[in-house]
């Protein structure tokens, strides 16, 4: 029986992604007959080089041989977007976990397919003030996947401070005494001396006011370093 004579030329490296198909499933004998491919068309290929296999039928198998052959084709990874979502923190609270997006995965791919999935770091703590701090990612591992890696933003929001004046009391014909006030919402240690916190405090009874229950008023910023104060009447 006559051997015919394959060929299949050399293939154009492909995308990770891209389905095998007649495009790259050409092989030609110089006979009648049908061509089986391993693998078949419609195969999604991993990245990395790949050996792809013709196997041919001769339409006169009596006259013709049956006969095989090879060629390399090379998957190049397809890219992959990992992008930090802006995300937002009180001053004082631990640092929340922080979700990704990821933009390029082909259908039927998750961040479960990644031989390693980039982590998220951020250097803020709960004691850093009020601000913008840079989120960073890391790692990231996959052979069909080019990874490429986006920073966020973590936004350290001031934390809501309640500033109420303290009880106080006195006889009638006596001055006011020296008021005082409470902070309701310190973190991290703070204190309305390690603030520089001042507020006015004020009474409209005074030594002729007759005997009863008179408002302490509280007044003062509305925003000091990493705090939003509100002021309890």
């Excluded at 006979?31 to 041919?56: E, K, Q, R």
């Excluded at 006195?170 to 309701?184: A, I, T």
Aim: charge should be negative; proline fraction near 10%.
């Amino acid at each position: 029986r006559e051997d015919p004579d394959l060929v299949w030329g050399d293939l154009p490296p492909i995308i990770y992604g891209t389905a095998l198909s007649a495009e790259h499933l050409d092989a030609t004998a110089g006979f009648a007959g049908t061509f089986t491919y391993d693998p078949p068309v419609g195969t999604i290929l991993s990245g990395g080089p790949h050996m792809l296999t013709a196997f041919f039928a001769a339409a006169d198998p009596v006259n013709i041989a049956e006969a095989e052959t090879t060629v390399s084709l090379l998957v190049t990874p397809a890219p992959l977007r990992v992008t930090v979502d802006t995300t937002h923190r009180l001053y004082g609270d631990p640092n929340p976990p922080f979700a990704l997006s990821y933009e390029g995965f082909i259908p039927g791919d998750s961040v479960i397919s990644l031989t390693e999935s980039p982590t998220a770091l951020c250097a803020a703590g709960e004691a850093d003030s009020v601000g913008e701090y840079t989120v960073t990612l890391q790692g990231g591992l996959s052979t069909n996947y080019d990874i490429i890696l986006v920073d966020g933003i973590l936004s350290v929001l001031p934390a809501p401070l309640t500033v109420t004046a303290v009880d106080a009391w006195r006889r009638q014909g006596q001055p006011n005494p020296e008021f005082d006030f409470g902070g309701d919402g310190w973190r991290t240690g703070d204190t309305a001396a390690s603030t520089g916190l001042q507020v006015v405090l004020a009474c409209e009874a005074d030594e002729f006011s007759p005997p009863g229950v008179y408002p302490i008023t509280a007044a003062g910023p509305l925003q000091l370093g990493n705090y939003e104060l509100t002021y309890a009447p």
